[in-house]
């Protein structure tokens, strides 16, 4: 996992945490386990959990596109044309590995930091 | 919101057809299912077009190479400038383009220097691994013992030459990874700095 803090998000109380790539996937992946969403839903679901900004969606979709965790497909709503999202089954495996990674990860943070 | 959009196309247009084909019917899509109509609402809901450009483009940019793309030194100078020229075209990042490029041509003089010394000294070896087998081999009836130690020696000298010749060239590959590495990171920084003010 890179710990490569590349995105910035902005809380409203003024802490900005930066959240590693991984994760973000991991929170993208997690949620389309779930159900297929389209763009702009994907994004307010994310933001009900962490406090990211509305452009960050679109690489991290991007890139789970291009390394094929992640595939897309057209409905027509109202006259215009949408695209879901879906996971793949290998979105299923990084997931699942990602969920360990963060795990490991989070317990050692609990252990210095303190809880 | 089309004038938004007709925007941010003119700032994708370095990318590839697809890429900005992609982005925009995403963010197209995006804006309808939020509502968005009018341009003050669009920069408050995604930041002005140039910003969200230059986050897509990032993001590609960085992924692309990360993915394996071309790993040769050319397109490793491209990558550099890239990264240079998006910097210093943005007047507050000047001072970080300044030390991006001044790390890495400390780091290619550094490598230059390198290549030149060690190439003399695998050439130096190599001639005297010549030298000493050529007399190791007219000497064999005068000198024996002398000339299977100088035998001995020659062939060090050929294997060390071997050894440094290796070395060098894992440098160089290397060297091109550090310079893309570096950069990378770099322009990670100056994405965070431009973030700052995107609310």
Same mark, same amino acid.
């Given at each position: ?7 910035n ?6 802490l900005?945490?930066?959240? !590693? ?9 997690? @949620? ?24 960050? =969606? ?14 897309t ?22 997931? %699942? !590995? +990602?969920?360990?990674?963060? *795990? ?5 943070? #609990? ?5 | 919101? *089309? ?14 057809q $697809?890429?900005?084909e992609?982005a @925009? ?7 309808? #299912? $939020?509502? +968005? ?16 450009? &230059?986050? +897509? ?12 793309? +071309? ?14 020229? !998006? =910097?210093?075209? /943005?007047? /507050?990042?000047l001072p970080? %383009?300044?030390?991006?490029? !001044?790390? /890495? $041509? ?5 490598? /230059? ?9 695998i ?12 007399? %190791?081999?007219?000497?064999?009836? @005068? ?6 130690? %100088?035998?001995?020696?020659s062939? =060090? ?7 440094? $010749?290796?070395? @060098? *060239? ?9 310079? &893309? ?12 700095? =431009? ?5």
């Amino acid at each position: 996992m890179s710990y490569n803090m590349i995105l910035n998000i902005n809380g409203d109380d003024g802490l900005a945490i930066k959240v !590693a790539k991984t994760l973000l996937d991991g929170c993208v992946l997690g @949620l389309l386990d779930q159900n297929d969403m389209y763009g702009y839903e994907l994004t307010k679901q994310v933001q009900e959990s962490i406090a990211v900004s509305n452009s960050t =969606m679109y690489p991290v979709m991007r890139r789970l596109k291009t390394d094929g965790l992640v595939d897309t497909y057209d409905e027509s709503f109202e006259g215009r044309n949408r695209r879901y999202y879906r996971i793949t089954d290998a979105g299923v495996e990084h997931l %699942a !590995a +990602i969920r360990k990674e963060w *795990q490991d990860f989070k317990n050692g943070i #609990d252990q210095l930091v303190g809880e | 919101m *089309q004038t938004y959009l007709e925007e941010l196309k003119v700032y994708l247009n370095k990318l590839p057809q $697809a890429d900005i084909e992609d982005a @925009l019917s995403y963010y197209q899509e995006y804006l309808e #299912d $939020a509502g +968005i109509n009018t341009y003050p609402a669009c920069i408050k809901e995604l930041g002005t077009p140039v910003q969200l450009a &230059r986050r +897509i483009r990032a993001d590609i940019d960085v992924n692309d190479y990360k993915n394996g793309g +071309i790993s040769n030194e050319q397109s490793t100078w491209q990558y550099f400038s890239k990264i240079f020229i !998006a =910097m210093a075209s /943005v007047p /507050v990042l000047l001072p970080l %383009a300044g030390v991006l490029g !001044a790390v /890495v $041509a400390l780091l290619f003089a550094i490598l /230059v220097v390198t290549l030149l010394f060690t190439s003399c000294i695998i050439v130096l070896f190599i001639i005297s691994f010549l030298e000493l087998m050529y007399w %190791a081999i007219t000497n064999l009836g @005068l000198y024996f013992n002398l000339s299977i130690v %100088a035998f001995g020696a020659s062939l =060090m000298l050929l294997g060390a030459s071997m050894d440094l $010749a290796y070395g @060098l *060239q894992k440098l160089t590959v290397n060297f091109t990874k550090w310079i &893309r590495q570096f950069s990378t990171w770099m322009y990670g920084k100056t994405i965070n700095k =431009m973030n700052g003010g995107n609310k």
